[in-house]
C-alpha cells in the first residue's frame, strides 16, 4: 500500500471505523484511541496490506482491539448470554432510535458487535466470521439472537409507549 | 436346512414352490414325499395365492401439505422467517408464505413491522474528528523505509564508540581512593583527616590495620581546612590532603566521620555529599552534568541524587532506545556482569546484526 492509497483509507474508512467502535463502546475518547492504534496497526503493516482488503483490515483490528480493552476493563460479558434486556428501566424514551440505541447498549458484545457490522457496513456472514474470528454459524447464530432480543425490546417499548 | 420331516415340510414345500430349493434337497424332498404319500396329496393341491394391490389415493392428501412450516402454534418459526426477511435470506416462496400468513394474522403482520425496525441504520454524523493527524507525509513515508538500515547503522556506530570510549578500569587516578572529613555540624565546615586506598580485588583481603598503615601520595596545600562548599567548588573539587596533619586511623564509631567516594573528573558526588550535609539541593558544575542528570532522571528513570556515574554505555543505551521508539524495532544493548559483579561483556542484539564483545582490562 503506498502512502496516497493510506491517507485514503483514512479519508474512506476512518469515520466508518469510529462509528463502528462508538457504538459499541459508548466512549468517546476510548473510541478515538482505538482508531488511532487501528491506522497505527495499519501504518506499520502498509507494506503487507493491500488496499483493496484494508477495510476489513481495520475493522478486524480495530475489534479486536477494542476487544481487547473491554477485556482489560473487565467489562466484557459472555458471549453465551442470551440477550435478556429489562425495558422498564427506559421509560422515558419515546424516539424509535432511542430506544433502539438503548437496546443496542444492553445487548451482549458480541451480538452488538455481528448486528452493528451487518447493518451499518452490509457485511456477509463469512465476512463478518473473517473480522471477529468467529464461524460463519456462530454469526448466523449471534445476529438472530441478538434481532430476537432487539424486536422484543422495541415491542415492549411500543406497549409502554 | 435340516433334514425334512413332518413337522418342518411346509419350509420345504414353499421353498420349492417358490423355486429356491437346491437339487439335492428337492431330491430330499421327493423322498420324503414317497415315504408320506398323504403330504405329496397336499402338495399337489396346493395352489399359491397372488394379492394384486389397490390403487386407492388417500383422500386429504393435499391437507397435510405444509408449504413453509407456518401455523398458529409455532412462532419461532414466523420469527427465524422475519429474521431471514431482514437478513435477506428468504426464498421468494418463503416470501410469498410469510405474506400470506400475515395477510390473515394482523398480530403476526405488527410482529414483522417491529422486526423491519431492528434494522439499525448508520448515524452518519458521527465523523472521526481528528482524521488529519493519521495522515502520514509522503517525506516520513520514505524515511521509514530506511528505519531498519538507519537503526543498524547508528546502533554499530555507538557500539564502537562504546568500545573504544567507555572508561577503562583502574585508569584514573583517585578512582578507589576514600577521602575522610571531619565535619562540625555547629560551625558548618570541615577537613579532610585522610584519603586512603579503597579495598581493590588485589588489596580486598588486606585487614583494616595494614590498610591504614599504607602510605599515601598526599598534595600539600597551605589551606589545610575547607571552610565551605563555595571553597571546594573553586577547587573543583580536587581532593587535597595536608602533608603536615596528622594521619589518624578510622574509628567507625565516630559518628563525625564521614565517607565520599571521590570520583575521578566528574565530582558530581562529593558535591552532592557536601549540599545534602547543608541541606540543599545540588547545584550542577557544567552543563554537561545537568544535561546527564536531566536526560538520567526522565529517560532513564534514574532517582534524582543517586549519584550514578554517566558513562557513554548510557549514551548508547539512550540512543538504541530511541531508534526502537522510533522504528518499532527491537534492538537490545545489555551488560553483562561476571559473578563478582563486574561488567564483563557488552552484548548487541538486533534483526540482522548480533555480537557480544569483552570489556578491555589494562
Known amino acids: ?16 471505523v469510529y462509528r463502528f467502535i462508538l457504538k459499541n463502546i459508548n466512549q468517546t475518547d476510548e473510541a478515538k484511541d482505538i482508531v488511532q492504534d487501528t491506522f497505527e496497526k495499519l501504518w506499520v503493516r502498509a507494506s503487507e496490506v493491500s488496499f483493496e482488503k484494508v477495510k476489513s483490515y481495520l475493522f478486524s483490528t480495530a475489534y479486536h482491539t477494542m476487544i481487547d480493552k473491554i477485556r482489560k476493563n473487565k467489562r466484557i460479558s459472555s458471549v453465551d448470554e442470551y440477550g435478556s434486556i429489562d425495558p422498564l428501566h427506559n421509560e422515558h424514551y419515546t424516539d424509535l432510535g432511542e430506544i433502539l440505541n438503548e437496546a443496542l447498549k444492553q445487548l451482549p458484545d458480541v451480538q452488538r458487535s455481528v448486528i452493528l457490522l451487518r447493518d451499518y457496513e452490509g ?12 464461524s460463519e454459524s456462530q454469526v448466523k447464530v449471534y445476529i438472530y439472537r441478538g434481532r430476537l432480543a432487539l424486536k422484543k425490546y422495541i415491542g415492549s417499548m411500543e406497549v409502554l409507549i | 436346512m435340516t433334514e425334512i420331516n413332518r413337522h418342518n415340510y411346509e419350509i420345504f414345500f414353499i421353498d420349492y414352490l417358490d423355486g429356491n430349493l437346491l ?3 428337492e431330491k430330499r424332498l421327493w423322498l420324503f414325499l414317497k415315504e408320506n404319500p398323504d403330504l405329496k396329496d397336499e402338495l399337489e393341491n396346493f395352489e399359491p395365492v397372488e394379492i394384486s394391490s389397490e390403487k386407492q389415493p388417500f383422500p386429504k392428501k393435499q ?18 422467517l422475519c429474521i431471514r426477511y431482514i437478513e435477506g435470506d428468504l426464498s421468494l416462496k418463503e416470501k410469498v408464505a410469510l405474506n400470506e400468513y400475515m395477510n390473515n394474522n394482523s398480530e403476526k403482520s405488527r410482529e414483522f413491522k417491529i422486526f423491519k425496525q431492528t434494522k439499525i441504520k448508520a448515524d452518519s454524523s458521527i465523523l472521526f474528528p481528528d482524521k488529519e493527524k493519521l495522515k502520514k507525509s509522503a517525506m516520513f513515508f520514505a524515511l521509514k523505509r530506511l528505519y531498519p538500515y538507519i537503526a543498524v547503522a547508528a546502533s554499530i556506530l555507538l557500539l564502537i ?12 587516578p583517585y578512582s578507589n581512593r576514600i577521602a575522610v572529613f571531619e565535619t562540625n555540624p555547629a560551625q558548618e565546615n570541615f577537613k579532610i583527616l585522610e584519603l586512603t586506598e579503597e579495598p581493590t580485588s588485589t588489596n580486598k583481603s588486606l585487614p583494616l590495620a595494614e590498610t591504614e598503615k599504607q602510605p599515601l601520595s598526599i598534595e600539600k596545600k597551605e589551606d589545610q581546612s575547607i571552610q565551605s562548599a563555595d571553597d571546594i567548588d573553586k577547587e573543583r573539587f580536587r581532593v587535597a590532603a595536608i602533608e603536615s596533619l596528622p594521619i589518624h586511623p578510622i574509628k567507625q564509631e565516630e559518628s563525625t566521620l564521614k565517607l565520599a567516594k571521590v570520583e575521578p573528573g566528574i565530582t558530581k558526588n562529593t558535591v552532592d555529599y557536601f549540599y545534602a550535609q ?6 550542577y558544575t557544567n552543563l554537561t552534568s545537568f544535561l546527564v542528570e536531566s536526560v538520567s532522571e526522565r529517560l532513564m528513570e534514574t532517582p534524582k541524587n543517586e549519584n550514578k556515574k554517566f558513562e557513554l554505555f548510557d549514551l548508547a543505551r539512550w540512543s538504541v532506545q530511541g531508534v526502537n521508539w522510533l522504528t518499532g524495532s ?16 557488552i552484548n548487541f542484539n538486533s534483526k540482522l546484526i548480533a555480537f557480544s564483545t569483552p570489556i578491555r582490562e589494562k
Open chain 2, 161 to 172: 564508540a562504546v568500545y573504544f570510549l567507555v572508561p577503562q578500569k583502574n585508569n584514573e
Open chain 2, 330 to 345: 527491537n534492538i537490545t544493548l545489555e551488560k553483562q556482569y561476571n559473578k563478582d559483579g563486574e561488567t564483563e561483556k
Open chain 2, 278 to 283: 547543608h541541606n540543599q539541593e545540588p547545584e
Open chain 2, 63 to 80: 391437507q397435510l401439505k405444509k408449504t413453509v412450516l407456518l401455523n398458529h402454534s409455532n412462532s419461532s418459526i414466523f420469527d427465524e
Open chain 1, 123 to 134: 457485511y456477509a456472514y463469512q465476512e463478518i466470521a473473517n473480522i471477529t474470528g468467529l
Open chain 2, 23 to 25: 437339487p439335492s434337497q
Open chain 1, 1 to 16: 500500500m503506498t502512502i496516497e492509497q493510506y491517507n485514503k483509507s483514512v479519508d474512506l474508512y476512518s469515520d466508518a
